[in-house]
C-alpha cells in the first residue's frame, strides 16, 4: 500500500522569506512524487515530479523539491515567497509496485499563505 | 492550449435528482479519473478510465454514482438519486498511462444539493 502525509495544514511565511512545505511517503517498492498546486476555485496544476536520477527537482514558478529517500520525504520548496503563491499544495506518491495503472495517492493539502 | 473542460461549472439541485457531470479530457490522452474535493474528505479518488473502459471505480458509491466515457471526447458522472452528501466538487483529470506521467485537472463542479 502506499501512502503520503503531508503534516502541516497551514503554512505561514513573510513574502520574500524562503518557504518550505513538508511531505513524507510510505510506499513498498521506488516512489513516483508529484506535487500539485490548487489556487481558489480552479483545478489542481501540476508543479513538478521526481521519477529517477537527481535528487533536486525544480518545476514551475520558481518552486523545486528534494527527494530524500532516507527521511522518505519530499518537500517542496522556494528560496523567496510571492503573495501570489498563497494556494494549497498537495503532495502525490505513485508506487512503481502498485500495479498497473496510473493510480496515485494524494495527500491532504497543506495551505500555503503568503503574508506580505 | 490544451484544457481539461468540465460541465457544468456549478449545480444546484434538490435531493432526489439525477445530476450528470461532463468531462472532456485533452485530445489523445487514454486516461481519465474522476475526483470528489470536499473540506472533509479531502481529494478522493472514485473512477479511472483507461482507453475508455473502467479501471477502479472502488471510491464511488455503487449504488447511486455510475460512471462512463461513450467516447474518448467525454467521460460522464452520473448521481442518481442524489443526496445532501453528495454536495462537494467534482475534478475530472486526464493524462496518458505512463506511470511517470502527471495528471491534467480540468475546473471542476461545484455540486450543491439541497
Known amino acids: 500500500a502506499q501512502s503520503v502525509a503531508q503534516p502541516e495544514d497551514q503554512v505561514n511565511v513573510a513574502e520574500g522569506n524562503p518557504l518550505t512545505v513538508k511531505c513524507t511517503y510510505s510506499?513498498?517498492?521506488?516512489?513516483?512524487l508529484f506535487w500539485y498546486v490548487q489556487y481558489p476555485n480552479r483545478g489542481l496544476q501540476f508543479l513538478l515530479k521526481?521519477?529517477?536520477?537527481?535528487?533536486l527537482v525544480k518545476g514551475s514558478y520558481g518552486f523545486e523539491a528534494e527527494f530524500n529517500k532516507s527521511q522518505t520525504s519530499f518537500h517542496l520548496k522556494k528560496p523567496s515567497a510571492l503573495v501570489s503563491d498563497s494556494a494549497l499544495y498537495f503532495c502525490a506518491v505513485r508506487d512503481l509496485n502498485s500495479g498497473g495503472y496510473q493510480k496515485v495517492t494524494f495527500g491532504t493539502g497543506t495551505k500555503l499563505q503568503v503574508i506580505p | 492550449d490544451a484544457r481539461v473542460t468540465q460541465t457544468p461549472r456549478h449545480k444546484v439541485t434538490e435531493m432526489g435528482q439525477e445530476v450528470t457531470m461532463r468531462c472532456q479530457p485533452i485530445?489523445?490522452?487514454?486516461?481519465v479519473f474522476w475526483y470528489r474535493q470536499t473540506m472533509m474528505q479531502g481529494l478522493e479518488l472514485l473512477a479511472y478510465f483507461r482507453n475508455r473502459a473502467p479501471l477502479d471505480d472502488s471510491g464511488m458509491p455503487k449504488d447511486r454514482f455510475s460512471a462512463e466515457m461513450p467516447d474518448a471526447t467525454l467521460a460522464t458522472l452520473k448521481i442518481q438519486p442524489s443526496e445532501p452528501r453528495d454536495s462537494a466538487v467534482y475534478f475530472c483529470a486526464s493524462g496518458l498511462e505512463r506511470e511517470w506521467n502527471e495528471q491534467f485537472f480540468g475546473p471542476g463542479t461545484r455540486l450543491t444539493v439541497l
Open positions: 485530445l489523445g490522452h487514454n486516461t
Open positions: 510506499v513498498s517498492g521506488n516512489p513516483y
Open positions: 521526481y521519477i529517477t536520477g537527481d535528487n
